[in-house]
């Protein structure tokens, strides 16, 4: 499993994960987006439905019907409703991401603690692959 950090420091998490959403819709797969903020999951659906006219990204929450059947769903939870095989934690709080091939961390100067040791928990699992990635001079950069 590959496992990224993504640090935020000048694009919105809205407009990342939207960024994300793209590339892993392009590669046919799935994707739950996770945020224990209802606010928050509310801001990146609009975003995901604003993303172009000929690339908007379909997406639903998972308490609504239908909620298997979203190519990117959002919820409070991992529970991959949609059978996603990639996961974002958007609101930069790290969950065991059991049963998906990608997780990525998206945190910000507030949550950047914690990440780091998150990484430092990773050290130890077999089989995990990390990077991190941080924007510099607008475009994101695999750093590590």
Known sequence: MKVDFWQLSHDPVEKVVALIAQRVMDSGERLLVVSKDADQREAIACTLWKAGPESFL????????GADQQPILLSGTTEAQNTASHIIFADGEYREPAGFDRAFLLFDDQTVEAARGTWRSLDEVEGLERSFFRQEGGKWAKVA
Do not use: L, T
């Open 58 to 65: 379909a997406n639903g929450e998972a308490s609504a019907p």
